[in-house]
């Protein structure tokens, strides 16, 4: 199973807006409407962010918004902030009680 | 609040074995799949195991099955994970998490991890 594909970085100034993207396949993003996003500070657990595609957990800014189209999930943070800067991952349901993540999207704010 | 607590990591050289554990706090315990996700230095994450509350269902990433063996116990609320014929590849800090108590389509909370570095 190979990973899927995130942007290496992306950058945005604080207040802005920035997108990520993840592309995946027919036989794991495409398929099934189980994509996640999480957040991972240096040295940290990663943290949950978004759930089944568009899914906000309890306590996650509404800053935090996510969707998906075909093989490609996407994630946006709106209103950019410092506490942002972070990595972020996204991650697939891939068939038989399988999971893949992505490459990893280094978020930095300018 | 949700613990996961692991332990075990260390410096292990090429062919050897090690067993890594996760303390759990999360009740009840046998109603929660537990997983174990990896992330080689410097690298994204990898999924690697996960395993049924009552330890019927266990499934692995291809890069592990045949070496890896991952178990429970819920008397102790820990999970465990064996890794045999360790490979340089294998070096990564192995983070235990829980699935949501309905279903096991994402990783609800996530343990800090622990180091493992195979090398001569």
């Known amino acids: 199973q190979s990973a899927l594909t995130q942007p290496a970085s992306v950058s945005g100034s604080p207040g802005q807006s920035i997108t990520i993207s993840c592309t995946g396949t027919?036989?794991?993003?495409?398929?099934?409407?189980?994509v996640s996003w999480y957040q991972q500070h240096p040295g940290n657990a990663p943290k949950l962010m978004i759930y089944?595609?568009?899914k906000r957990p309890s306590g996650v800014s509404n800053r935090f918004s996510a969707s998906k189209s075909g093989n490609t999930a996407s994630l946006t943070i709106s209103g950019l902030q410092a506490e942002d800067e972070a990595d972020y991952y996204c991650?697939?349901?891939?068939?038989?009680?399988?999971?893949?993540f992505g490459s990893g999207t280094k978020v930095t704010v300018l | 609040e949700v613990q996961l607590v692991e332990s075990g990591g260390g410096l292990v050289k090429p062919g050897g074995s090690l067993r890594l554990s996760c303390a759990a706090s999360i009740y009840p315990f046998s109603s929660y799949t537990l997983s174990w996700v990896r992330q080689a230095p410097g690298k994204g994450l990898e999924w690697v195991s996960s395993?049924?509350?009552?330890?019927?269902?266990?499934f692995y990433a291809d890069s592990v099955r045949g070496r890896f063996t991952i178990s429970r116990d819920s008397a102790k609320n820990s999970l465990y994970l064996e890794m045999n014929t360790l490979r340089v590849e294998d070096t990564a800090v192995y983070h235990c998490a829980r699935f949501p108590i309905l279903g096991e389509s994402y990783f609800e909370s996530w343990g800090q991890g622990t180091l493992v570095t195979v090398s001569s």
């Open positions: 991650c697939s349901y891939a068939g038989r009680r399988h999971f893949v």
């Open positions: 089944e595609v568009n």
């Open positions: 027919s036989s794991d993003v495409g398929s099934y409407n189980l």
């Open positions: 395993i049924s509350g009552s330890s019927r269902d266990i």
